[in-house]
């Protein structure tokens, strides 16, 4: 059983940044991709961007593109999710997620470890 811990969430103004961090309890061989997801009040949970653990082939939803990069530190089991210009549109519960999947677009029925969630709000 993997364990995934987010951290990095918090209250921030309109244009500015934040950094994202998920822990995983471990490195499983069977986990290929790690990914964020975020869900706002109200709104299904959507895909945000994943990363490989095994290359660095790295995707963004383009809601996201151009302003949040996903990046991931093997040596410390750990994925990021650096957001940049952050809009208050962005506001919601940001997910880690854990993945046998090897598709760069995640649905929600692929992620096989959730983490906790961190929220994330952007006032204008």
């Known amino acids: 059983q993997v364990q995934l811990v987010e951290s990095g969430g918090g209250l921030v103004q309109a244009g500015g940044s934040l950094r994202l961090s998920c822990a995983a309890s471990e490195r499983t061989f069977s986990i290929f991709r790690m990914g964020w997801f975020r869900q706002a009040p109200g709104i299904e949970r959507e895909f945000v961007a994943s990363i490989s653990w095994s290359t660095r082939s790295a995707y963004h939803a383009d809601s996201v593109k151009g302003r949040f990069t996903i990046s991931r530190d093997n040596a410390k089991n750990t994925v990021y999710l650096q957001m940049n210009s952050l809009k208050p549109e962005d506001t919601a519960v940001y997910y880690c997620?854990?993945?046998?999947?090897?598709?760069?677009?995640?649905?929600?029925?692929?992620?096989?470890?959730w983490g906790q969630g961190t929220q994330v709000t952007v006032s204008s």
């Open positions: 997620a854990a993945t046998r999947v090897t598709r760069a677009t995640l649905l929600v029925p692929d992620v096989d470890y």
